[in-house]
């Protein structure tokens, strides 16, 4: 599963505190994203990286910023948590795994409550 | 924009029948299609997907999925469900295989004995 961890993987966290979320991964892949899973919403994107420190916005970036200052390393960042931040996040990168051809492989998730 | 449609938010299936899962996009052009599982409290895991070439996709776990560039479809079958089968399904579609993934809401297996 391209090494992808998550950390922490369950946050339960107040209103207005900021909360980073890290996503680490071990195959040097290029690509990393950011995306939410919400009920009946499916996967949505809200940041991706195509580079160390070349970043671009999805499609809910808005009360988001990410950060990338190695390879290995995505970071999420809610300035100021809000109730409908509440949600399953998930981190993925592009790239061959495992002798696998090249592909989306997702991180476990981090389930985040935000009270 | 890209989207996709999974029209069936939940299906149910008896062990040991056929299952197909429907999945339709809008795009403007032939777009890379990928179909994933994701079992409760679990991460995605890829299925399938297609590129370019022969339109019948086989993955893992028994699955295939048939590209129908006429009717912009890209539906997911296994001839006989295992009850293990169970979860949730989401088609989701690229501009490139390295490009951000636009996913339906997702169909929900539920597996009879």
């Known amino acids: 599963d391209a090494g992808i961890t998550q950390s922490p993987r369950h946050k339960v966290t107040e209103t207005g505190t900021p909360v980073t979320l890290r996503c680490h991964q071990t195959e040097n892949h290029r690509y990393m994203y950011w995306y939410r899973q919400d009920p009946g919403h499916g996967l949505r994107l809200i940041h991706y990286s195509y580079g160390v420190k070349d970043t671009d916005k999805g499609e809910v970036s808005d009360g988001y910023s990410v950060s990338r200052s190695k390879t290995e390393d995505f970071l999420l960042t809610l300035e100021s948590a809000t109730s409908s931040q509440t949600s399953v996040y998930f981190c993925a990168t592009y790239g061959t795994s495992g002798g696998s051809t090249d592909t989306q492989y997702f991180g476990p998730g981090t389930r985040l409550t935000v009270l | 924009a890209q989207s996709v449609t999974q029209p069936d938010i939940h299906i149910t299936v008896s062990e040991g029948a056929s299952l197909e899962l429907r999945c339709n996009y809008s795009?403007?052009?032939?777009?890379?299609l990928f179909w994933y599982v994701q079992s409760p409290g679990q991460g995605l895991q890829l299925l399938l997907k297609?590129?370019?070439?022969?339109?019948l996709v086989q993955g893992i776990k028994g699955f295939e999925a048939e590209f129908k560039r006429s009717q912009s479809s890209f539906n997911l079958r296994k001839p006989s469900v295992h009850w293990s089968d169970a979860a949730e399904y989401f088609c989701a579609v690229a501009l490139s295989g390295y490009s951000t993934l636009t996913f339906g809401k997702g169909t929900m297996l539920l597996v009879s004995p």
């Open positions: 297609y590129f370019s070439g022969d339109t």
């Open positions: 795009y403007g052009a032939t777009p890379y």
